[in-house]
């Protein structure tokens, strides 16, 4: 009785969304709980709708909801006592949390969030930081950190958070859970503390409160997302293009290439190999995004050297700031609230910013949206790493500094900065740590990535085990692997008719496996192009050496050898084509073509 007494249990009535029934704060995070939770609560469902009407679609599912969402009758944390101290009650609950339960889903909490839900590591001052279940001693990340640790604990079966620069979707990496951010406008966001910018003006962008949420299955981030963005139902659509960044891959410190050839095998196996394209990303947005650079010589007067996504990020937390203390910087001078140094470094960083530097953000977020829009249009996925390092240390002193707010967050900017939707899938672990991959859709095809993800994620787990394995097995095997990402790249370049670049794929494929005829050959159609007739006959001919029935060899050889002046040695390989392949075009018009010129 002691004990029941103890939770003073208190039942309110929310309408149509059901009952809610709130515990006493936790003063404390509680071990068990993995210092998720700031607030247990439950927000009943209605009944469910007489037959033959189907259930609520929710139905059976629990979720948490991050300390930034208004419930009617209770103050909304944001993070900070003091906050909690010198506001009001909320008189509504908030559009989001109420269409879940209406959904049949049960709120079973309120979680954790960084101070005033600013930061990006996860660590809280003024309460216990919430333990990372996948990384003990690592951070969670943040802001979302609590709503992602109740996940991965398995506490709820989904949870909500907000996401302006990565607040769920760098927790969701460091934690190895899903984590979707939708697209800009598409989630209602009444009811949301906003963290970077007034709801109530038409300057509101990016950088307010977007909400997103967590889950372990992908059919629930789906349903989920279904029921929260009130799409109509719709055949499922399959990507028609998939660009993987190779470049941002390149820079992880994590197994970059392990990823991106699980992504690579997963499309290949679903949806053929000729959706597939490799992108230089930096190159791309160098030359789609030209407010980048006088961005740069503006801020730092052509002095910081950095790449296009890290001053992406710092563009993104520019605005952030600037809009941050528009909203909060009345408030934080009146209360003079105990702070996190991280929003007092930025609060004093954020008087420096001037309207030129904010005009230049505007441009290049409006850049970046067209960027996007081109690059994907309406049915293709980019691919890139979720963030770059691995999650902090517990207690580091490097997540107080500004290269490490950029870093965490310099692939999350693609999306915030383009008003994209984005999802973080986990595949695996590397030094006890999660990794993951984002994909990214443009603005307003949410529906279709989270359609794609549901579609992608059995085969996508599968191939990240067998890269794994492979990895683990020995450099052979990982040298055929790399040879063969090198081909393809060589592929997508003579696609594009960038002849000298193929050459270069192909060869770096050759070094790391001299054995393969395809390599050789591939090679000698790029110095065909190239009019490098010696070295595609050269090609040809080690292609031949290795595979007697390689029909592309021959036509190849045969190709060179004519230009050379070759005409009887030609004549042979298009014959030999013939014999092998009797009905090919090529071989039969060259050999006539040849014999009637040099009979």
């Known amino acids: 009785m002691a004990s029941q007494s103890a939770n003073l249990w208190v039942l309110l009535g929310l309408g149509l969304a059901g009952i809610l029934i709130l515990t006493r704060k936790l003063k404390k995070a509680v071990k068990a709980d993995f210092g998720a939770f700031v607030e247990r609560l439950k927000l009943l469902p209605p009944p469910q709708p007489p037959p033959p009407k189907a259930p609520h679609p929710l139905t059976g599912l629990s979720f948490a909801i991050s300390d930034v969402f208004d419930v009617n009758g209770f103050v909304t944390g944001f993070g900070n006592p003091d906050w909690s101290r010198t506001h009001e009650p909320a008189s509504q609950t908030s559009t989001v949390v ?59 079966d989904f949870s909500l958070g907000t996401d302006a620069v990565g607040g769920v979707r760098v927790p969701a990496a460091y934690c190895g859970v899903l984590g979707f951010r939708p697209s800009h406008g598409t989630v209602s966001h009444t009811g949301i503390i906003p963290v970077s910018a007034s709801l109530d003006t038409v300057a509101f962008s990016e950088f307010g409160p977007t909400a997103g949420w967590f889950a372990r299955d992908p059919s629930i981030l789906r349903h989920v997302g279904h029921v929260l963005l009130q799409v109509p139902f719709a055949a499922l659509r399959n990507p028609r293009n998939v660009v993987i960044a190779d470049d941002c891959f390149q820079l ?6 392990r990823v991106s050839q699980a992504v690579t095998k ?77 929003i007092s470094s930025q609060m004093q960083g954020a008087l420096e910013i001037t309207d030129t530097i904010i005009d230049s953000c505007h441009a290049i977020r409006n850049e970046m949206r067209s960027a996007l829009n081109d690059l994907l249009k309406d049915d293709g996925i980019l691919v ?38 984005q999802v973080c ?11 993951s991959v984002s994909f990214v859709a443009r603005q307003g095809g949410d529906r ?24 683990a097995s020995g450099n052979a095997l990982s040298k055929e692997t790399s040879a063969e990402m090198a081909k393809e ?11 000298q670049k193929a050459i270069g794929f192909y060869t770096e494929a050759i070094k790391l496996n001299g ?85």
């Not at 992880?252 to 290439?257: C, I, R, V």
């Not at 899938?425 to 999660?434: A, L, Q």
């Not at 787990?461 to 990895?471: W, Y």
Request: overall charge neutral.
């Open 98 to 156: 109420t269409t879940l339960v209406e959904g049949g889903a049960t709120c079973t909490g309120r979680t954790v969030v960084d101070d005033m839900a600013f930061g990006i590591s996860g660590e809280q001052i003024h309460f216990d930081t919430p333990t990372n279940p996948a990384a003990p001693a690592r951070m969670p990340g943040g802001s979302s950190s609590g709503a992602a640790v109740a996940v991965t604990a398995n506490f709820v």
């Open 252 to 257: 992880l410190k994590s197994p970059g290439d």
């Open 266 to 342: 997963a499309v290949e196996k679903l949806f053929g190999r000729q959706i597939l394209r490799h992108e230089n990303l930096e190159a791309y947005l160098n030359s789609k995004v030209p407010s980048l650079k006088l961005f740069a010589d503006k801020k730092f007067n052509g002095e910081r050297k950095s790449s296009s996504t890290n001053l992406l990020a710092y563009a993104m937390h520019m605005l952030r700031r600037h809009e941050f203390k528009q909203n909060h910087l009345e408030w934080i001078d009146d209360a003079k609230p105990n702070l996190d140094p991280v």
């Open 384 to 421: 890139i790493p979720t963030v770059a390092e691995p999650p902090p240390k517990t207690g580091a002193k490097e997540i107080q500094s500004e290269d490490y707010q950029i870093r965490s967050c310099s692939f999350s900017s693609i999306a915030s900065m383009s008003g994209g939707c």
């Open 425 to 435: 899938v986990p595949v695996g672990f590397h030094d006890k740590c999660p990794i």
């Open 448 to 471: 279709f990535l989270l359609d794609t993800i549901q579609t992608m994620y059995a085969d996508l787990q599968e191939q990240a085990e067998l890269a794994t394995k492979s990895s």
């Open 489 to 499: 790249k060589g592929n997508q370049a003579f696609k594009e008719k960038q002849w």
């Open 515 to 599: 054995n393969s005829a395809t390599y050789f050959s591939n090679r000698a159609a790029a110095h065909l192009e190239m009019r490098n007739f010696l070295q595609a006959e050269t090609d040809s001919s080690k292609a031949i050496d290795l595979d007697k029935k390689n029909v592309k060899a021959y036509l190849r050889r045969g190709t060179a050898r004519e230009m050379l002046g070759y005409y009887k040695e030609a004549i042979e390989d298009f014959r030999y084509a013939l014999v092998l392949e009797p009905t090919n075009k090529r071989a039969s018009l060259s050999a006539d073509r040849l014999k009637k010129s040099f009979p």
